[in-house]
């Protein structure tokens, strides 16, 4: 493998670290790492896309796309928009902004800022901005790649497929940027895939690396990392001492040059299926991801959004709620299965079925073929005063709208005032 690939395809792998690879700077900021625009001395031209969106319920008045040279000075680039270093812009509801850079100069590298400074929508601590990018390599005028980019997640611990076979030209590399201020020490395993699969894994060797405080480092595994693994097939299990963004890249040699294929990493910590939630009266349960959000108002959403021009049913429809935990009035309430209306039409949403009251052992022991079982409706659970599920260790299960289904059982009432909010323990079969 001749040096000169071996810098296009480091350069590659590491224009793929995007947003979420570094903190971001400030509220509303999303920081696009690395921008690649201009043609190298291989005659390789590399083009940026950036497609921005309005995912909020309001127009944005005031967005901002800085774009900085490596050392933070501005850097002025050509786009489809024009010739700036700063590109100021304002974008209505659901609305798309498309900049595309034009590879026309010589400077290869540098990172871009996308702020709005309107601030977060109705949903305090949410971004209104969605930030998708791309790349295009060219050669000799033609397009001989498209390289998809997805979004790394902060992660301690990942695992990605890995492939190598030099006879025929096949590498897999990984870029990798420390988002720590200090030394990050990461420890990398090989599995061996087996035949038969159902058999276990075989023990592949291990490596270690240290990065310097934020640095990124893109490299082959074969040879740089793992020195045997010429010829391989299997997994790579990898773990940080502290925070890391990580992304693959598969390279494969073909009759007419060099192709590249992004391998998203599975983040081990983000597969986690149970936790504990608080779930405050008033407020919404996504079974889903885990989630219940604070905000979840339908009529406060309108009263602070009196401009927009969404219907009742597009708000009701941007939020994929399970459950909603009513308050009717100081001693009655209820859980209520959540749904979304699409041009009038409702959707099947989530559904609830009643368990009962259950032990520690006799809820861990519920399986997703005890959930299956059960009969479910859209009907709420009642959560009164007066009402036996009430308490502590009754379990209840969703149906979500994504067609999982998850056990749900109380932990603990807890009083506040007139209110009741619940303490719930939730295992998602995903």
């Not at 990942?158 to 990050?184: Q, R």
């Amino acid at each position: 493998m001749n040096n000169k690939r071996f810098c296009c395809f480091a350069l590659l792998v590491f224009l793929l670290l995007l947003f979420g690879a570094i903190p971001l700077q400030a509220q509303g900021d999303q920081v696009l790492v690395q921008v690649a625009d201009g043609t190298g001395g291989d005659g390789t031209q590399f083009i940026t896309k950036l497609r921005i969106v309005n995912v909020g319920l309001s127009p944005i008045q005031s967005l901002k796309i800085s774009f900085f040279r490596q050392d933070h000075t501005p850097w002025t680039i050509a786009t489809n928009w024009g010739t700036n270093s700063v590109f100021s812009l304002s974008l209505g509801i659901y609305q798309t902004y498309a900049l595309n850079t034009n590879g026309a100069g010589s400077q290869l590298s540098g990172y871009a800022v996308v702020n709005n400074s309107d601030g977060p929508d109705i949903y305090a601590e949410d971004y209104q901005v969605s930030v998708t990018a791309f790349y295009e390599v060219r050669k000799g005028g033609s397009l001989i790649d498209t390289i998809s980019v997805p979004v790394s997640q902060p992660t301690l611990s990942f695992a990605i497929p890995v492939e190598n076979d030099v006879s025929n030209n096949l590498y897999t590399a990984f870029g990798i940027v420390n988002l720590a201020n200090s030394s990050n020490k990461v420890t990398m395993k090989l599995f061996q895939a087996q035949a038969p699969p159902s058999a276990d894994a075989s023990d592949a060797g291990s490596a270690t690396i240290t990065l310097n405080p934020n640095e990124q480092r893109a490299t082959f595994l074969y040879p740089n990392i793992f020195a045997s693994a010429s010829s391989f097939a299997g997994m790579l299990v990898g773990k940080s001492e502290k925070p890391v963004a990580f992304l693959a890249l598969q390279q494969a040699g073909t009759s007419s040059g060099v192709l590249y294929t992004t391998v998203a990493p599975t983040n081990i910590d983000a597969l986690r299926r149970n936790s504990y939630m608080y779930l405050h009266l008033g407020n919404s349960l996504d079974a889903d991801h885990l989630v219940s959000d604070y905000w979840f108002d339908q009529g406060l959403i309108q009263s602070l959004n009196p401009d927009c021009n969404c219907p009742y049913y597009e708000l009701d429809a941007v939020l994929p709620w399970s459950l909603l935990f009513q308050k009717q009035s100081d001693t009655t309430r209820r859980l209520t299965p959540q749904f979304a209306v699409y041009g009038g039409t409702r959707d099947s949403g989530a559904q609830i079925a009643v368990i009962g009251q259950k032990s520690d052992i006799d809820f861990d022991n519920l399986t997703l073929l005890d959930l299956q079982g059960l009969t479910y409706s859209s009907n709420p659970i009642d959560m009164s005063d007066n009402s036996a599920n009430l308490a502590a260790t009754f379990a209840f299960a969703i149906r979500t709208a994504l067609g999982r289904y998850a056990k749900v059982r109380i932990s603990a009432v807890i009083t506040r005032a007139l209110d009741k909010d619940l303490a719930l323990e939730v295992f998602v079969f995903k």
